[in-house]
Protein backbone atom coordinates (compact mmCIF):
# COMPACT_ATOMS: atom_id res chain seq x y z
CA UNK A 1 0.00 0.00 0.00
CA UNK A 2 1.21 3.62 -0.66
CA UNK A 3 2.29 5.60 2.48
CA UNK A 4 0.03 8.56 2.72
CA UNK A 5 2.10 12.11 3.27
CA UNK A 6 2.53 13.58 6.33
CA UNK A 7 -0.50 16.21 7.15
CA UNK A 8 2.85 18.89 7.38
CA UNK A 9 3.26 18.09 3.96
CA UNK A 10 -0.78 17.82 2.94
CA UNK A 11 -0.84 21.26 4.22
CA UNK A 12 1.16 22.85 1.99
CA UNK A 13 -0.52 21.76 -0.62
CA UNK A 14 -3.68 23.78 0.53
CA UNK A 15 -1.32 26.81 0.48
CA UNK A 16 0.25 25.95 -2.83
CA UNK A 17 -3.11 25.08 -4.31
CA UNK A 18 -2.16 21.52 -5.49
CA UNK A 19 -4.62 18.83 -5.94
CA UNK A 20 -5.27 15.95 -3.30
CA UNK A 21 -6.97 12.16 -3.44
CA UNK A 22 -9.63 11.84 -1.64
CA UNK A 23 -7.20 9.64 0.61
CA UNK A 24 -5.03 12.33 1.27
CA UNK A 25 -7.59 15.15 2.45
CA UNK A 26 -9.49 11.90 4.53
CA UNK A 27 -6.13 11.20 5.84
CA UNK A 28 -5.29 14.94 6.61
CA UNK A 29 -8.51 15.07 8.60
CA UNK A 30 -7.98 12.57 11.08
CA UNK A 31 -4.47 13.26 11.41
CA UNK A 32 -5.21 16.79 12.49
CA UNK A 33 -8.55 15.37 14.27
CA UNK A 34 -6.59 12.61 16.32
CA UNK A 35 -4.38 15.15 18.37
CA UNK A 36 -7.47 17.57 18.93
CA UNK A 37 -9.49 14.25 19.87
CA UNK A 38 -7.41 12.99 22.13
CA UNK A 39 -6.84 16.11 24.05
CA UNK A 40 -10.85 17.02 24.38
CA UNK A 41 -11.26 13.44 25.90
CA UNK A 42 -8.56 13.77 28.49
CA UNK A 43 -9.86 16.94 29.47
CA UNK A 44 -13.34 15.35 29.70
CA UNK A 45 -11.26 12.31 31.80
CA UNK A 46 -9.85 15.28 34.01
CA UNK A 47 -13.48 16.88 34.57
CA UNK A 48 -14.69 13.55 34.98
CA UNK A 49 -12.14 12.79 37.55
CA UNK A 50 -12.88 16.29 38.79
CA UNK A 51 -16.26 15.71 39.44
CA UNK A 52 -15.74 11.80 40.75
CA UNK A 53 -13.25 13.03 43.61
CA UNK A 54 -15.98 15.82 44.58
CA UNK A 55 -18.38 13.57 44.11
CA UNK A 56 -17.32 11.18 46.90
CA UNK A 57 -17.75 14.28 49.29
CA UNK A 58 -21.30 13.88 48.86
CA UNK A 59 -24.40 15.41 46.96
CA UNK A 60 -24.25 18.64 48.49
CA UNK A 61 -20.81 19.40 47.13
CA UNK A 62 -21.67 17.78 43.30
CA UNK A 63 -24.45 20.52 43.82
CA UNK A 64 -22.30 23.51 44.64
CA UNK A 65 -20.19 22.94 42.06
CA UNK A 66 -22.75 22.05 39.41
CA UNK A 67 -25.30 25.00 40.42
CA UNK A 68 -22.08 27.27 39.02
CA UNK A 69 -20.86 25.57 36.35
CA UNK A 70 -22.90 26.83 33.72
CA UNK A 71 -22.04 30.33 34.19
CA UNK A 72 -18.29 29.09 34.20
CA UNK A 73 -18.52 27.55 30.47
CA UNK A 74 -19.95 31.38 29.69
CA UNK A 75 -17.34 33.08 30.92
CA UNK A 76 -15.13 30.73 29.11
CA UNK A 77 -17.32 30.62 26.16
CA UNK A 78 -16.73 34.52 25.76
CA UNK A 79 -12.85 34.08 26.08
CA UNK A 80 -12.95 31.51 23.74
CA UNK A 81 -14.44 34.00 21.24
CA UNK A 82 -12.48 36.60 21.57
CA UNK A 83 -9.48 33.85 20.85
CA UNK A 84 -11.16 32.80 17.90
CA UNK A 85 -11.80 36.78 16.25
CA UNK A 86 -8.08 36.53 16.02
CA UNK A 87 -6.84 33.43 15.37
CA UNK A 88 -9.33 32.75 12.16
CA UNK A 89 -7.72 35.50 10.85
CA UNK A 90 -4.42 33.90 11.03
CA UNK A 91 -5.72 30.56 9.63
CA UNK A 92 -6.25 33.04 6.61
CA UNK A 93 -3.25 34.35 5.91
CA UNK A 94 -0.83 31.02 6.33
CA UNK A 95 -3.47 29.67 3.56
CA UNK A 96 -2.52 32.58 1.72
CA UNK A 97 1.67 32.45 2.72
CA UNK A 98 1.65 36.10 4.45
CA UNK A 99 3.20 34.61 7.45
CA UNK A 100 4.11 38.07 8.42
CA UNK A 101 0.74 39.38 8.54
CA UNK A 102 -0.41 36.20 10.68
CA UNK A 103 2.18 37.31 12.99
CA UNK A 104 0.94 41.09 13.39
CA UNK A 105 -2.66 39.57 13.92
CA UNK A 106 -0.84 37.54 16.81
CA UNK A 107 0.88 40.61 18.55
CA UNK A 108 -2.23 42.17 18.46
CA UNK A 109 -4.35 39.29 19.93
CA UNK A 110 -1.85 38.85 22.92
CA UNK A 111 -2.67 42.76 24.09
CA UNK A 112 -6.22 42.38 23.02
CA UNK A 113 -7.15 38.79 24.71
CA UNK A 114 -5.63 40.18 27.99
CA UNK A 115 -7.16 42.69 28.45
CA UNK A 116 -10.46 40.91 27.49
CA UNK A 117 -9.61 38.54 29.88
CA UNK A 118 -9.22 40.80 32.59
CA UNK A 119 -12.54 42.57 32.65
CA UNK A 120 -13.95 38.69 32.51
CA UNK A 121 -12.04 38.02 35.63
CA UNK A 122 -13.37 41.33 37.61
CA UNK A 123 -16.99 40.14 36.65
CA UNK A 124 -16.27 36.65 38.37
CA UNK A 125 -14.58 37.74 41.42
CA UNK A 126 -17.67 40.73 41.63
CA UNK A 127 -20.99 38.38 41.39
CA UNK A 128 -19.07 35.53 42.72
CA UNK A 129 -20.47 36.12 46.61
CA UNK A 130 -24.05 36.52 45.14
CA UNK A 131 -24.57 34.06 42.03
CA UNK A 132 -25.65 30.95 43.90
CA UNK A 133 -28.52 32.83 45.17
CA UNK A 134 -29.14 33.99 41.75
CA UNK A 135 -29.07 30.46 40.48
CA UNK A 136 -31.56 29.35 43.13
CA UNK A 137 -29.20 27.82 45.30
CA UNK A 138 -30.08 26.54 48.74
CA UNK A 139 -27.82 28.22 51.96
CA UNK A 140 -25.95 24.85 52.45
CA UNK A 141 -24.17 24.98 49.38
CA UNK A 142 -24.13 28.87 48.76
CA UNK A 143 -20.94 29.33 50.73
CA UNK A 144 -18.77 26.40 48.40
CA UNK A 145 -20.87 27.67 45.23
CA UNK A 146 -19.12 31.22 45.57
CA UNK A 147 -15.57 30.47 46.36
CA UNK A 148 -15.74 27.69 43.85
CA UNK A 149 -16.64 30.03 41.26
CA UNK A 150 -14.20 32.84 42.63
CA UNK A 151 -11.43 31.21 42.38
CA UNK A 152 -12.52 29.80 39.09
CA UNK A 153 -12.81 33.44 37.83
CA UNK A 154 -9.52 34.73 39.40
CA UNK A 155 -7.63 31.64 36.91
CA UNK A 156 -9.83 32.76 34.01
CA UNK A 157 -6.52 34.98 32.82
CA UNK A 158 -5.01 31.28 32.29
CA UNK A 159 -7.78 29.87 30.39
CA UNK A 160 -7.76 32.98 28.29
CA UNK A 161 -4.17 32.67 27.48
CA UNK A 162 -4.24 29.23 27.16
CA UNK A 163 -6.32 29.18 24.50
CA UNK A 164 -5.66 32.14 22.78
CA UNK A 165 -1.70 30.19 22.29
CA UNK A 166 -3.38 26.57 21.66
CA UNK A 167 -5.97 27.72 19.04
CA UNK A 168 -3.01 29.54 17.27
CA UNK A 169 -0.89 26.67 16.78
CA UNK A 170 -3.57 24.78 15.80
CA UNK A 171 -5.10 27.25 12.71
CA UNK A 172 -0.90 26.91 11.93
CA UNK A 173 -1.87 23.40 11.35
CA UNK A 174 0.55 22.31 14.57
CA UNK A 175 -2.34 19.97 16.27
CA UNK A 176 -0.11 18.08 18.41
CA UNK A 177 1.67 20.72 21.04
CA UNK A 178 -1.86 22.02 22.07
CA UNK A 179 -2.92 18.46 22.45
CA UNK A 180 -0.11 17.28 24.39
CA UNK A 181 -0.46 20.36 26.98
CA UNK A 182 -3.51 20.08 27.26
CA UNK A 183 -3.49 16.33 28.18
CA UNK A 184 -0.57 17.16 30.61
CA UNK A 185 -2.78 19.87 32.43
CA UNK A 186 -5.20 16.72 32.63
CA UNK A 187 -2.68 14.96 34.46
CA UNK A 188 -1.56 17.88 36.60
CA UNK A 189 -5.22 18.30 37.64
CA UNK A 190 -5.65 15.53 38.78
CA UNK A 191 -2.55 15.75 41.09
CA UNK A 192 -3.22 19.42 42.02
CA UNK A 193 -6.79 18.49 42.76
CA UNK A 194 -5.58 15.28 44.92
CA UNK A 195 -3.53 17.55 46.42
CA UNK A 196 -5.61 19.86 47.46
CA UNK A 197 -9.20 18.12 48.14
CA UNK A 198 -8.03 15.58 50.40
CA UNK A 199 -3.96 16.11 51.39
CA UNK A 200 -4.88 19.81 52.20
CA UNK A 201 -8.52 18.82 53.10
CA UNK A 202 -10.24 21.68 51.21
CA UNK A 203 -12.78 20.19 49.70
CA UNK A 204 -14.76 21.99 46.77
CA UNK A 205 -12.35 25.05 46.94
CA UNK A 206 -9.60 23.03 46.40
CA UNK A 207 -10.85 21.92 43.10
CA UNK A 208 -10.76 25.51 41.75
CA UNK A 209 -7.17 25.98 43.28
CA UNK A 210 -5.91 22.69 41.62
CA UNK A 211 -7.81 23.75 38.01
CA UNK A 212 -5.96 26.77 38.14
CA UNK A 213 -2.30 25.52 38.95
CA UNK A 214 -2.75 23.25 36.20
CA UNK A 215 -4.13 26.17 33.78
CA UNK A 216 -0.99 28.68 34.86
CA UNK A 217 1.78 25.85 33.97
CA UNK A 218 -0.26 25.07 30.72
CA UNK A 219 -0.46 28.62 29.48
CA UNK A 220 3.40 29.35 30.24
CA UNK A 221 4.37 25.91 28.28
CA UNK A 222 1.99 27.36 25.32
CA UNK A 223 2.75 30.28 25.08
CA UNK A 224 6.81 29.41 24.82
CA UNK A 225 6.05 26.85 21.89
CA UNK A 226 4.15 29.46 20.09
CA UNK A 227 6.35 32.54 20.47
CA UNK A 228 9.59 31.21 20.74
CA UNK A 229 9.03 27.66 18.86
CA UNK A 230 6.17 27.79 15.75
CA UNK A 231 8.01 28.07 12.64
CA UNK A 232 5.30 30.23 11.37
CA UNK A 233 3.82 32.17 14.15
CA UNK A 234 7.12 32.59 16.57
CA UNK A 235 8.05 36.33 17.59
CA UNK A 236 11.85 35.70 18.43
CA UNK A 237 13.87 37.60 16.11
CA UNK A 238 10.70 39.30 15.02
CA UNK A 239 10.28 42.48 16.03
CA UNK A 240 6.74 44.53 15.40
CA UNK A 241 4.26 46.46 16.95
CA UNK A 242 1.86 45.16 19.69
CA UNK A 243 -0.34 48.17 19.50
CA UNK A 244 -3.71 47.02 18.60
CA UNK A 245 -4.80 48.35 15.06
CA UNK A 246 -8.62 49.39 13.92
CA UNK A 247 -8.85 46.89 10.77
CA UNK A 248 -7.14 43.82 12.58
CA UNK A 249 -9.58 44.46 15.85
CA UNK A 250 -12.64 44.96 13.52
CA UNK A 251 -12.15 41.77 11.99
CA UNK A 252 -12.27 40.26 15.25
CA UNK A 253 -14.99 41.86 16.63
CA UNK A 254 -17.00 40.84 13.48
CA UNK A 255 -15.94 37.38 13.57
CA UNK A 256 -15.90 36.99 17.45
CA UNK A 257 -18.74 39.60 18.53
CA UNK A 258 -21.04 36.62 17.23
CA UNK A 259 -19.69 33.81 19.18
CA UNK A 260 -19.47 35.86 22.19
CA UNK A 261 -23.01 37.25 21.75
CA UNK A 262 -23.87 33.23 21.25
CA UNK A 263 -22.01 32.27 24.08
CA UNK A 264 -23.65 35.13 26.23
CA UNK A 265 -27.03 33.93 25.32
CA UNK A 266 -26.22 30.23 25.32
CA UNK A 267 -25.06 30.33 28.70
CA UNK A 268 -27.58 32.56 29.74
CA UNK A 269 -29.74 29.62 28.36
CA UNK A 270 -27.79 27.06 30.05
CA UNK A 271 -28.12 29.40 33.24
CA UNK A 272 -32.13 29.25 32.81
CA UNK A 273 -32.06 25.78 32.67
CA UNK A 274 -29.93 25.70 35.77
CA UNK A 275 -33.03 27.52 37.20
CA UNK A 276 -35.79 24.55 35.98
CA UNK A 277 -33.99 22.20 37.31
CA UNK A 278 -32.64 23.87 41.00
CA UNK A 279 -36.69 23.46 42.45
CA UNK A 280 -36.52 19.77 41.72
CA UNK A 281 -34.11 19.45 44.18
CA UNK A 282 -30.10 18.61 45.45
CA UNK A 283 -30.09 15.25 43.93
CA UNK A 284 -31.37 16.26 41.08
CA UNK A 285 -29.34 19.11 40.93
CA UNK A 286 -26.00 16.36 41.57
CA UNK A 287 -27.21 14.20 38.90
CA UNK A 288 -27.79 16.93 36.12
CA UNK A 289 -23.99 18.02 36.19
CA UNK A 290 -23.09 14.87 36.85
CA UNK A 291 -24.18 13.39 33.81
CA UNK A 292 -23.31 16.52 32.03
CA UNK A 293 -19.58 15.64 32.97
CA UNK A 294 -20.26 12.22 31.39
CA UNK A 295 -21.64 12.75 28.33
CA UNK A 296 -19.15 15.15 27.42
CA UNK A 297 -16.97 12.07 26.92
CA UNK A 298 -18.88 11.38 24.04
CA UNK A 299 -18.98 15.12 22.01
CA UNK A 300 -15.52 16.19 22.64
CA UNK A 301 -14.30 13.89 20.36
CA UNK A 302 -17.04 15.79 17.57
CA UNK A 303 -15.29 18.86 19.12
CA UNK A 304 -11.84 17.48 18.01
CA UNK A 305 -13.15 16.86 14.41
CA UNK A 306 -14.61 20.73 14.36
CA UNK A 307 -11.37 22.21 15.61
CA UNK A 308 -9.34 19.93 12.28
CA UNK A 309 -12.44 21.34 10.27
CA UNK A 310 -12.17 25.10 11.40
CA UNK A 311 -8.11 24.93 10.75
CA UNK A 312 -8.77 23.26 7.01
CA UNK A 313 -11.29 25.57 6.16
CA UNK A 314 -10.14 28.51 7.27
CA UNK A 315 -6.41 27.84 5.28
CA UNK A 316 -8.59 26.64 1.93
CA UNK A 317 -10.41 29.89 2.33
CA UNK A 318 -7.17 31.75 2.55
CA UNK A 319 -5.80 29.66 -0.41
CA UNK A 320 -8.68 30.79 -2.18
CA UNK A 321 -9.53 26.58 -3.35
CA UNK A 322 -13.36 26.84 -3.23
CA UNK A 323 -13.64 22.95 -4.07
CA UNK A 324 -11.11 21.47 -1.79
CA UNK A 325 -13.21 23.77 1.67
CA UNK A 326 -16.45 22.35 0.34
CA UNK A 327 -14.79 18.67 0.48
CA UNK A 328 -12.90 18.96 3.51
CA UNK A 329 -15.91 20.44 5.33
CA UNK A 330 -18.28 17.33 3.89
CA UNK A 331 -15.85 14.69 4.81
CA UNK A 332 -15.53 16.34 8.42
CA UNK A 333 -19.12 16.41 9.19
CA UNK A 334 -19.37 12.59 7.99
CA UNK A 335 -16.40 11.58 10.17
CA UNK A 336 -18.36 13.69 13.13
CA UNK A 337 -21.50 11.52 12.89
CA UNK A 338 -19.98 8.81 12.45
CA UNK A 339 -17.70 8.73 15.73
CA UNK A 340 -20.10 10.18 17.81
CA UNK A 341 -23.34 7.84 17.09
CA UNK A 342 -20.57 4.97 18.09
CA UNK A 343 -20.20 6.99 21.46
CA UNK A 344 -23.44 7.31 21.83
CA UNK A 345 -24.45 3.52 21.84
CA UNK A 346 -21.50 3.40 23.97
CA UNK A 347 -23.38 5.94 26.50
CA UNK A 348 -26.34 4.31 26.28
CA UNK A 349 -24.60 0.58 27.42
CA UNK A 350 -22.33 2.04 29.87
CA UNK A 351 -24.64 4.89 31.24
CA UNK A 352 -24.99 2.90 35.08
CA UNK A 353 -21.37 2.13 35.29
CA UNK A 354 -20.20 5.60 34.31
CA UNK A 355 -22.61 7.30 36.77
CA UNK A 356 -21.68 4.78 39.46
CA UNK A 357 -18.03 6.28 39.42
CA UNK A 358 -19.31 9.54 39.67
CA UNK A 359 -21.07 9.23 42.71
CA UNK A 360 -22.39 6.46 45.26
CA UNK A 361 -25.34 7.87 45.91
CA UNK A 362 -27.40 5.78 44.54
CA UNK A 363 -30.46 8.12 43.43
CA UNK A 364 -27.88 10.44 41.78
CA UNK A 365 -26.85 7.28 40.05
CA UNK A 366 -30.51 6.33 38.75
CA UNK A 367 -31.35 9.67 37.69
CA UNK A 368 -28.16 9.95 35.83
CA UNK A 369 -27.87 6.63 34.09
CA UNK A 370 -31.81 7.53 32.88
CA UNK A 371 -31.45 10.86 31.61
CA UNK A 372 -28.33 9.91 29.97
CA UNK A 373 -29.89 7.36 27.58
CA UNK A 374 -32.27 9.88 26.39
CA UNK A 375 -29.71 11.98 25.68
CA UNK A 376 -27.61 9.51 23.72
CA UNK A 377 -30.27 9.08 20.79
CA UNK A 378 -29.63 12.96 20.25
CA UNK A 379 -25.38 12.38 19.68
CA UNK A 380 -25.61 12.10 15.88
CA UNK A 381 -27.43 15.01 15.31
CA UNK A 382 -25.13 16.77 17.93
CA UNK A 383 -22.37 15.83 16.01
CA UNK A 384 -23.53 17.68 12.66
CA UNK A 385 -24.13 20.92 14.74
CA UNK A 386 -20.66 20.75 16.51
CA UNK A 387 -18.60 20.02 13.24
CA UNK A 388 -20.79 21.82 10.79
CA UNK A 389 -20.24 25.09 13.32
CA UNK A 390 -16.29 24.31 13.33
CA UNK A 391 -16.47 24.70 9.49
CA UNK A 392 -18.37 28.03 9.52
CA UNK A 393 -16.20 29.27 11.92
CA UNK A 394 -12.98 28.84 9.45
CA UNK A 395 -14.63 30.42 6.91
CA UNK A 396 -15.26 33.26 9.44
CA UNK A 397 -18.77 33.18 8.91
CA UNK A 398 -20.26 33.24 12.64
CA UNK A 399 -23.63 35.48 12.64
CA UNK A 400 -25.95 33.25 11.19
CA UNK A 401 -24.81 30.29 12.75
CA UNK A 402 -25.21 32.13 16.44
CA UNK A 403 -29.08 33.45 15.04
CA UNK A 404 -29.11 29.41 14.72
CA UNK A 405 -28.51 28.05 17.80
CA UNK A 406 -29.85 30.48 19.45
CA UNK A 407 -33.00 30.66 18.60
CA UNK A 408 -32.61 26.87 18.70
CA UNK A 409 -31.43 26.91 22.42
CA UNK A 410 -34.62 29.91 23.43
CA UNK A 411 -36.99 28.75 21.46
CA UNK A 412 -37.07 24.66 21.52
CA UNK A 413 -34.86 23.60 24.65
CA UNK A 414 -36.50 26.17 27.22
CA UNK A 415 -39.68 26.37 26.05
CA UNK A 416 -39.97 22.57 26.20
CA UNK A 417 -37.65 22.13 29.48
CA UNK A 418 -39.94 24.43 31.04
CA UNK A 419 -43.03 23.00 29.97
CA UNK A 420 -42.11 19.25 30.52
CA UNK A 421 -39.91 19.72 34.33
CA UNK A 422 -43.23 20.34 36.17
CA UNK A 423 -44.50 16.87 35.08
CA UNK A 424 -41.65 14.58 33.84
CA UNK A 425 -38.82 16.65 36.35
CA UNK A 426 -34.90 15.69 35.47
CA UNK A 427 -36.64 13.26 32.69
CA UNK A 428 -38.34 16.24 31.12
CA UNK A 429 -35.47 18.86 30.79
CA UNK A 430 -33.30 16.00 29.71
CA UNK A 431 -35.89 15.11 26.90
CA UNK A 432 -36.41 19.02 25.81
CA UNK A 433 -32.51 18.86 25.78
CA UNK A 434 -32.20 15.84 23.01
CA UNK A 435 -34.97 17.36 20.76
CA UNK A 436 -33.29 20.84 20.69
CA UNK A 437 -29.98 18.74 20.15
CA UNK A 438 -31.64 17.27 16.92
CA UNK A 439 -33.18 20.01 15.88
CA UNK A 440 -29.99 22.27 15.75
CA UNK A 441 -27.90 19.89 13.91
CA UNK A 442 -30.65 19.56 10.98
CA UNK A 443 -30.92 23.28 10.22
CA UNK A 444 -26.33 23.41 10.24
CA UNK A 445 -26.73 20.45 7.69
CA UNK A 446 -29.45 22.09 6.07
CA UNK A 447 -27.37 25.34 5.58
CA UNK A 448 -23.97 23.83 5.02
CA UNK A 449 -25.25 21.36 1.91
CA UNK A 450 -27.33 24.21 0.77
CA UNK A 451 -24.09 25.93 0.36
CA UNK A 452 -25.00 29.94 1.22
CA UNK A 453 -22.33 30.34 3.50
CA UNK A 454 -19.74 29.33 0.69
CA UNK A 455 -20.94 31.39 -1.97
CA UNK A 456 -20.71 35.05 0.16
CA UNK A 457 -17.36 33.64 0.86
CA UNK A 458 -15.87 34.94 -2.53
CA UNK A 459 -13.29 32.19 -2.80
CA UNK A 460 -12.57 30.68 -6.31
Known amino acids: MKKVKNSELLLSYIREGRMMTQREKLWLIVSLSIPSILAQISATVMFFIDASMVGHLGAKASAAIGLVETTGWLMGGLAHAASLGFSVQVAHFIGANDFEAARRV ?3 ALVCCLIWALMISTTSIV ?10 GSEEIARDASLYFGVIGVCGIFFQMEGLAGSMLKCSGNMKIPSMLNIGMCVMDVVFNYIFIYILGMGVVGAAIGTGCAELITAILMLYFLLAKSPMLSLRGRPGSFKPKADTVGTAFKIGAPMGLQHL ?13 AP ?24 GIAEAATTLTGQGIGAGQKLLTRSFANMSVGLGITVM ?7 WIFA ?12 VIAQGTEILRIEAWAEPMFAAAIVVNGVFIGAGDTIIPAIMSLG ?34 SIFLYRLFKGGWAEKLKIK
Open 106 to 108: LRQ
Open 341 to 347: TIMGVMM
Open 408 to 441: SMWAVRLTLAATLAPRYGLRGVWTAMAIELTFRG
Open 127 to 136: IAPFLPYWLG
Open 280 to 303: LGTIAIAAHSLAITVESLCYMPGY
Open 352 to 363: PELMSIMSPVEE
Open 265 to 277: LMGSAQIVSTLIV
